[in-house]
C-alpha cells in the first residue's frame, strides 16, 4: 500500500522527500518545502478546487 502524498500549498501529487533525516518535503510544482502533506484524497481535491475558484475569481476581477 503506497501512500499518496499531496502539496498544502497547490495540492499537487509532485511531492518528493527533499531530507528524509527531518522529514521535509518538496514540491515540484509551486516549491514549497516543509514537514506537513496531505494524505487524504478528499481533502486534495478541496484544495485543488479552492485554487481553481481563487484563479478565476482573480481573473474575473482582473477585467472589471
Same mark, same amino acid.
Given at each position: 500500500m503506497t501512500k499518496n502524498v =499531496? #502539496?498544502?500549498n497547490c495540492g499537487s501529487n509532485r511531492m518528493k522527500m527533499h531530507n528524509p533525516q527531518l522529514s521535509i518535503w518538496e514540491c =515540484?510544482? #509551486?516549491g514549497?518545502?516543509?514537514p506537513v502533506t496531505i494524505?487524504?484524497?478528499n481533502l486534495n481535491k478541496q484544495i485543488k478546487e479552492n485554487k481553481k475558484?481563487?484563479?478565476l475569481r482573480r481573473k474575473l476581477l482582473w477585467k472589471r
Open positions: =499531496s #502539496c498544502p =515540484s510544482k #509551486c514549497y518545502q516543509g494524505e487524504d484524497g475558484m481563487e484563479k
